[in-house]
């Protein structure tokens, strides 16, 4: 054990968001190109166009979602319960959405009738505008404290069943958080569009990613007044050593107005995060303005990235607050596995990430250069 | 208290979604490594057949993928969402496989899988080939890390209950990575997966040298599948899984009641063929018996005995007795008691704290256990034993007539034939399912014979749900059965469609059906 439990526990906190993020950037494209696909693709040809250009690789990118929920698992079990059995209902929605996308993409053009791809084309659309707004959903729900408890043999309960714990999910303030997310995947899926179709498809792409970039920016700049005016953060009170064995309820917490901004106080670095989220985007609506989508796709991924990263870092050392037993909260400190663990999965991850990462890059590489209508036609029996 | 109608629905849903998602699991596992072995003959001899077999037989993997991959994401997350307890209570050992899996074969499955299906123009054909195998790669060993998983589950190696956490933990990763369980389990499961994708192969190639079609294509694929298939099920027969029952007590217990074995027998013990199990009065009524058989095969030795359910039973109850006090010790732990003593007691008796937990079902306090419920609880360590009994003998049934029928395609390949055997081509388009009912049957015998428990010996199923409702499951489970339905139909539907165009489907002009085929102009003629 080269790296004690405290720093472990850390740097966990850290790969999840790296995670979140690299699902966003990646797989968050496909979501928002889908979310296109109806709007932006005219004919079916042009539909075509828009499907392949993600076609070779979305696949893979899908792998970081259900990576982040393995490491979730393996790194937080106890945000994994108390998470994915609460938020029951939301999750159901996701995964019935999810799957009309590996279905979606196959599927599609293997049979000619019109009203056979259009269908698909909407079930794309649903796989990807689903999630895209319930991870939102999901992130406001966090920063307002979720309604569970921990009894003492640590098991979860959660307040509701079926449409009465569905419902309190989508009030205002998660439904504005679910629309920053939402716009900002459909913008980064724009960025993409940009990149690797021509006009007129990608002119549309260009128009999307300006209008709603600016979304993204006025949706994101509202949440964190909303935050620092409108909303309970949660504090810790006191606090069980650090590298002590993962007990939830061994700490005691306070709600508290304003508490989600006092790290910005306490570690005034972390002020980047914001700064790179409203940068990124804004660059990104330049970018594309001026026609330069290769590094305004970097932007908007910058972008992400800083909303991502301000949310988990508000939030910082909490992970899941509960609204009904503060003290039942998980944190970075009580809610991991053990130093062992931890320490195996840490070693797996910088083994296997750089591998995962190169021989991704090759892929893309491989696959790289505009998607034409040209090129659908003369592949049409290979293409999607 | 424990909601009986809850617990049985989480477990009906779990099953469901498990078993849908496996009906595609183990054509992806065979079919890939078949595609790579096409392409390798493509690669090697650039005769362009083979590389219209890959894209064929490919489009047909595609197809089947897609299902594989949506019904998959619900695995992923299912433990969190309806298996809540289990997921905080064994996350620190199950997730590591998992995350692994993801990281380490996912990625490289899905991420190739793209450039095999889109990348015939833009790779040259060895990075094509390569594509191919990493694709084939990934698949497998994503098979294997859900199986150290699984092994985990039915022989919890490598970990050790912790009081201050209140649940089990990782105390070594490689004796979690080489159970010999998940070992063995991994080698039937793969091999079952290449037998499907043998039988898959040989059937539909039977169906086009029947309909006198495409006959060059369909004795080519045919020859690959009968070879391959040969070797796959040789190894699922030598190789089957009975060897890992020898191995931990839910193992042994499992073995007990797939052979309705209520009593214990002098080794080598008998292997029952037929009979009606009755779990009431513990007999065997019109049995037939092989003597030997099942000593031989289950402990590999003239001198191993097979422990009777009976003498199970009683052995259960003197650890759910130990079980009692673990419970005890466990409760004045949590509630802040420190001291030798009270360490000591909880160390000697932990092993049995998931018999305690038994208990729960009946009392929710435990200690109070009145001898009746633990009498009660000792017979629930024993599941149902004609469901496994007559299960487990589907399975090897099937076994055997696929060992028949890949037999026979091999020798008339050989022979040069194979065309003229209709009853063997007619036979392999009959027997299609075959491979689907053993692969679906042999899980059931795993995870049903697992029962009570959750995680063997530490934690009973009915402890390890989510705290949600009926209704909840209600909900869910109609929602899972009627979109898996309908995809699976959708499935089907576009399988059959492109079984029936063949490799026509590929627009090259050279088959079946196609204009410019002789074929073709000769039907016009």
């Known amino acids: 054990m080269i790296l004690d439990y405290e720093t472990l526990k850390f740097i966990w906190w850290i790969l999840i968001g790296v995670l979140l993020i690299g699902f966003a950037i990646a797989d968050g494209m496909d979501m928002g190109v889908g979310v296109l696909l109806p709007f932006l693709g005219k004919t079916d040809e042009e539909r075509r166009v828009i499907i392949n250009a993600v076609g070779p690789h979305w696949d893979g990118n899908q792998v970081w979602l259900i990576t982040a929920g393995g490491a979730i698992f393996a790194a937080w079990p106890a945000v994994y319960a108390a998470a994915f059995s609460g938020f029951y209902m939301a999750m159901l929605l996701v995964l019935f959405a999810l799957f009309f996308r590996p279905v979606g993409f196959d599927y599609r053009s293997k049979v000619e009738d019109p009203r056979w791809r259009n269908a698909w084309d909407w079930g794309l659309f649903v796989g990807g505008l689903v999630p895209a707004l319930i991870f939102g959903v999901a992130f406001g729900n966090l920063l307002q404290g979720v309604p569970f408890q921990l009894d003492e043999f640590l098991r979860s309960h959660y307040q509701g069943s079926l449409l009465t714990a569905l419902l309190p999910l989508l009030n205002p303030f998660a439904l504005l958080a679910g629309i920053i997310s939402l716009s900002m995947l459909v913008v980064h899926g724009a960025m993409w569009l940009q990149i690797r179709t021509e006009a007129p498809v990608s002119d549309r792409a260009r128009s999307v990613a300006i209008g709603l970039g600016l979304v993204v920016i006025l949706a994101f700049a509202g949440a964190g007044l909303w935050v620092a005016y409108g909303i309970d953060g949660y504090r810790v009170v006191t606090q069980p050593a650090f590298d002590a064995p993962s007990n939830p309820l061994a700490k005691t917490v306070v709600a508290e107005r304003g508490a989600w901004l006092s790290i910005y106080s306490a570690v005034p670095a972390s002020i980047i995060a914001p700064i790179a989220g409203f940068a990124g985007i804004l660059l990104a609506v330049l970018l594309s303005a001026v026609r330069r989508p290769g590094l305004g796709f970097i932007a908007s991924a910058l972008g992400m990235a800083g909303i991502i990263a301000t949310a988990g870092l508000s939030m910082f050392p909490f992970i899941l607050p509960s609204s009904i037993d503060p003290n039942s909260s998980l944190t970075v400190w009580d809610a991991p596995s053990s130093h062992f663990t931890l320490t195996v999965m840490f070693w797996a991850v910088v083994l296997l990430l750089p591998l995962v990462l190169s021989y991704t890059a090759w892929c893309y590489t491989r696959m790289w250069g505009k998607v034409t209508v040209d090129g659908i036609r003369t592949g049409s029996h290979t293409a999607y | ?525």
Request: net charge neutral; aromatic share 14%.
């Open chain 2, 1 to 525: 208290m424990i909601d009986p109608l809850f617990v049985e629905l989480s477990r009906w849903q779990f099953a469901a979604t498990a078993m849908y998602h496996f009906l595609f699991v183990p054509l992806t596992l065979g079919l890939s490594w078949m595609l790579f072995m096409m392409e390798s003959a493509y690669v090697l001899t650039d005769n362009p057949v083979y590389r219209d077999m890959t894209r064929f037989w490919g489009k047909l993997f595609g197809i089947n993928f897609a299902v594989g991959v949506a019904t998959g994401l619900t695995m992923e997350f299912e433990f969190g969402t309806n298996w809540a307890y289990y997921s905080h209570y064994v996350g620190d050992v199950f997730g590591a496989p998992l995350a692994i899996e993801g990281l380490m074969a996912f990625f490289l499955e899905s991420t190739f899988i793209g450039l095999f299906f889109l990348g015939w123009d833009k790779l040259t054909k060895r990075q094509h080939l390569a594509v191919t195998f990493f694709t084939a790669l990934g698949s497998n060993l994503s098979a294997m890390w859900i199986l150290v998983a699984n092994g985990w589950m039915q022989n919890p190696v490598g970990s050790a209950f912790s009081h201050e956490t209140m649940r089990m933990e990782m105390t070594s990763f490689s004796e979690v990575l080489f159970n010999p369980v998940a070992q063995v389990k991994f080698v039937h499961t793969v091999a079952a997966g290449y037998v499907t994708g043998a039988m898959f192969v040989l059937a539909i190639s039977a169906w086009y040298m029947l309909k006198g079609r495409d006959l060059g294509f369909a004795k080519r694929s045919f020859a690959i599948a009968a070879g391959f298939g040969m070797a796959s099920i040789l190894s699922v027969i030598v190789l089957g899984d009975e060897s890992g029952y020898t191995l931990g007590d839910v193992q042994k217990t499992k073995l007990a009641a797939i052979e309705a074995e209520y009593d214990t027998h002098p080794a080598p013990a008998g292997l029952t063929l037929f009979s009606i199990p009755d779990d009431q009065a513990m007999t065997n009524r019109y049995e037939i018996k092989v003597p030997w058989a099942l000593g031989l095969i289950a402990t590999r030795s003239t001198t191993g005995q097979v422990t009777g359910i009976k003498d199970l039973i009683v052995q259960h109850e003197e650890r759910i007795r130990s079980g009692i006090e673990a419970y005890d010790a466990l409760q004045r732990l949590r509630a802040g008691e420190r001291g030798d003593e009270i360490s000591a007691r909880f160390d000697l008796h932990k092993t049995d704290l998931g018999y305690g937990l038994l208990l729960k079902k009946y009392t929710a306090s435990v200690v109070d256990a009145t001898p009746e419920q633990i009498a009660m609880a000792a017979r629930d360590t024993i599941p149902p034993v004609a469901p496994l009994f007559v299960t487990f003998r589907l399975m090897v049934l099937a076994g055997v007539v696929m060992f028949f029928l890949i037999s026979a395609s091999l020798y008339f390949t050989m022979r040069r034939t194979i065309v003229r055997q209709r009853w063997l081509l007619k036979a392999l388009v009959w027997c299609l399912p075959l491979p689907w009912i053993a692969c679906e049957t042999g899980w059931f015998v795993a995870e049903f014979g697992r029962q009570p428990w959750a995680i063997g010996e530490v934690l009973p199923t009915f402890l390890a749900t989510s705290s949600l409702t009926s209704g909840d499951l209600i909900f869910s489970l109609t929602g899972f059965i009627t979109f898996y339905t309908v995809l699976l139909v959708i499935e089907l539907f576009l399988m059959i469609k492109y079984i029936r165009l063949g490799p026509a489907s590929l627009g090259t002009g050279r088959y079946h059906g196609e204009s410019g085929h002789p074929a073709a102009a000769h039907a016009a003629g």
